[in-house]
């Protein structure tokens, strides 16, 4: 973690965290997002929602989110739109801050 928000790196960096889920959920938001490492599936540096055999960081976290059924956009998420930002997520509201690292 201390290099991917090193000063080098990154302007600053927050933590969240999404509250009221069940054991079930977060097992398989983790089972999701390890079975992209385990795949291998590579950066996805076009930054494209299209492409889901290739990720980028905030798209890894929306879609293993969205496989456990939890919604991380809202209607922050048109249909138009072509990549994520991690604001898109905290637009969502189903993040809660839990502190700048």
Aim: charged letters at 30%.
């Amino acid at each position: 973690m201390r290099d991917v928000v090193s000063p080098e790196r990154a302007a600053g960096a927050s933590a969240y965290r999404v509250e009221g889920l069940s054991e079930a959920r977060i097992t398989r938001v983790c089972k999701t997002a390890q079975g992209y490492f385990e795949r291998g599936l590579p950066f996805d540096n076009d930054f494209d929602l299209r492409t889901p055999e290739k990720l980028y960081c905030t798209e890894l976290v929306w879609r293993a989110f969205g496989a456990a059924g939890v919604d991380l956009c809202g209607n922050s998420l048109s249909g138009s739109k072509k990549f994520l930002l991690p604001v898109d997520l905290i637009r969502g509201g189903k993040l809660r801050w839990i502190a700048d690292l």
